[in-house]
């Protein structure tokens, strides 16, 4: 009997592998909009009809009707099956798929363990905050910071009392072992005792982009920089546990994902992206206490094109920021420097400032090569000829470190401008530093041939139903996986069983049932349960929905035009007159109760 890979290892997998990344080993994709666009290599085509969405890490072409996600298109091209095509991609990313078949089950039990004890933890630092009694420091700090009780509510911001063990009864109390929760990272071991890992801090939840929270950042409220001998951080973050790798996260991410912007902005402090979320600007996150990593950067660009670095503005944030310029054009991204003028960080600009003077530097932020040289300039002397041999060495080896032709061209000439040597001088520096070597060739792949023709859908698919019904529920179904707020309007209408084909009930369970859980549902890992041609119909539901205006009234149309095509449904499908009179009853009952509520 084959072993069933874990969810959790599935995501991490999906994690790992970008789906752009994979696809441009197959395919010349190009910048479309929000997606990319290449020529479709299932089928032939001279015009490019297949689209891939790094933010939602799926692919569709609108020529042949392929599409899915990652692990689909795997499948595809390597005709492989979709554990072989796991365990092509779980290589390629280094992720070992444990063989013990015991291993996957008792690990998902310790992470969902983990992940309960981090949510009611959660819940237990805010209603501790929101006490006039325990919470009063921590209500004190946050109105010093001018964070209203709705920028509260949005982050889940919390405070964890003085008391050594307030937290450690009460998960206790629901069940958890002492040493599970010593083992998530919420209570310490030490001298013999176990205690409370944050204490009088107030706190910030981390939360993951499918909504859970796997760890906690705290910053302390008093002033003791020891206690008993034991140094005191002033900001704590959780350790890593089984769930939480502060390499590999960011925070507000969960929050930034949201905005669509094409832009993230990366800063360093939870009270930097709370700021500067409350005066307007919601794609913004910080890294987790530590320098952005390589996982970080290609977890933004999942998200954005250009990440938009905003670090203090003393020395080591400049330090910092370029480091991060350098890690983000390693694996393969963009990025701009926003500086701030006799400001240290977003939040102390922001309050001097105010945010429209923020959003403006925010618009002037500085291309990372330019930025660059514009300190190596501060270095140097560019009107003494030695002074000038110096910059333009230096220079070159930021040069060296691009990977965009079309960008060091540019900046030869600029330089050449700005200094007086010669353009040809510049690019002579450039070659000597730069390796001779080639970019390694991708093997060319075997023709491939079309498989079946593309399935024909709506009336054509199924008689009884008509294809506005398959489009109402299409674009509803599409809706409700973006909104918690919309599918709460939906699931009192219209059931899960109720949709019309066995994918759209699928599709709707697997929703509903995220939601019930508490988690975001995610499109790349939902289309993991469907197989053949059922993925195309499946993956169509997520794509392109910014077509769809996604307010309530949206979802009410929805819901009346599919009650309406569904009584129209069994009027022609009747034949019994007094059944015939009832349901013109309740087709024009329905028609005057849309008519009151557009009144």
């Not at 910080?286 to 938009?308: F, P």
């Not at 996604?550 to 819901?559: I, P, S």
Request: hydrophobic share 35%.
């Amino acid at each position: 009997m084959a072993k069933r890979i874990s969810d959790e290892i599935i995501s991490n997998i999906c994690d790992e592998n970008d789906i752009i990344d994979y696809v441009s080993q197959y395919v010349s994709l190009k910048k479309s909009g929000r997606d990319y666009s290449g020529l479709c290599p299932f089928h032939n085509e001279k015009t490019p009809s297949f689209h891939v969405s790094q933010e939602k890490q799926l692919f569709h072409c609108f020529g042949c009707g392929a599409s899915g996600n990652l692990v689909q298109f795997v499948m595809r091209t390597e005709n492989l099956d979709f554990v072989d095509a796991l365990k092509l991609l779980a290589d390629r990313a280094g992720i070992m798929i444990p063989e013990d078949d015991d291993f996957s089950n008792d690990d998902h039990e310790k992470k969902k363990r983990i992940l309960a004890m981090n949510k009611y933890a959660a819940r237990f630092f805010y209603n501790c905050l929101k006490d006039s009694g325990i919470g009063a420091k921590g209500q004190q700090y946050f109105q010093k910071r001018s964070i209203p009780w709705k920028t509260v509510t949005v982050f889940g911001l919390g405070y964890a009392s003085e008391k050594r063990d307030m937290l450690l009864k009460y998960l206790m109390s629901k069940g958890f072992k002492a040493e599970e929760i010593v083992d998530a990272g919420l209570a310490v071991s030490r001298d013999g005792k176990i205690y409370d890992k944050f204490r009088d801090r107030v706190m910030f939840p981390i939360i993951d982009v499918r909504g859970n929270v796997i760890g906690f950042g705290g910053r302390i409220l008093h002033d003791s920089k020891e206690i008993n001998g034991y140094k005191i951080p002033k900001y704590l973050n959780s350790p890593e546990t089984a769930v939480f790798d502060k390499g590999k996260n960011l925070f507000s991410l969960n929050l930034a994902k949201n905005a669509k912007s094409t832009e993230i902005i990366l800063c360093e402090g939870y009270m930097d992206v709370i700021s500067v979320y409350q005066a307007g600007i919601h794609n913004i996150v910080a890294t987790l206490g530590t320098a952005i990593t390589e996982n970080q950067a290609k977890l933004m660009m999942r998200y954005a094109t250009e990440i938009l670095i905003c670090y203090d503005s003393d020395e080591a944030g400049t330090k910092a920021a370029l480091r991060a310029i350098d890690i983000i054009n390693e694996v393969g991204g963009r990025s701009r420097v926003i500086r701030l003028k006799n400001a240290k960080d977003p939040d102390e600009y922001i309050n001097k400032n105010g945010i429209e003077k923020f959003k403006e530097t925010v618009k002037k932020a500085m291309p990372s090569t330019e930025f660059k040289i514009s300190l190596i300039k501060k270095q140097y002397d560019l009107t003494d000829t030695d002074s000038k041999i110096l910059f333009i060495n230096e220079v070159v080896n930021v040069f060296v470190s691009i990977k965009d032709a079309v960008e060091v061209d540019a900046y030869m000439t600029k330089i050449s401008e700005d200094t007086g040597i010669s353009r040809d001088a510049i690019v002579s520096k450039y070659r000597e530093k730069t390796s001779k070597g080639t970019y390694k060739r991708i093997p060319d792949k075997t023709e491939y041939q079309k498989k079946s023709a593309q399935r024909q859908r709506s009336a054509e698919k199924n008689n009884c139903v008509s294809s506005g019904l398959l489009e109402a529920e299409k674009r509803l179904l599409g809706l409700i996986s973006q909104s918690k707020k919309l599918y709460k309007i939906a699931f009192t209408q219209i059931r899960a069983e109720e949709f019309s084909t066995p994918v759209y009930r699928h599709l709707a369970d697997s929703i509903y049932n995220c939601y019930e859980n508490g988690l975001v549902p995610e499109p790349a890992m939902i289309l993991n349960s469907f197989n053949g041609e059922d993925i195309s119909e499946a993956s169509e539901v997520f794509y392109n929905l910014e077509i769809y205006s996604g307010d309530e009234a949206t979802v009410r149309e929805l819901l009346y035009t599919i009650k309406l095509e569904r009584m129209n449904i069994r009027i022609n499908s009747e034949t019994n007159a007094a059944i015939l009179a009832q349901l013109f009853t309740e087709r024009q009952k329905l028609i005057d109760e849309k008519n009151t509520w557009e009144e």
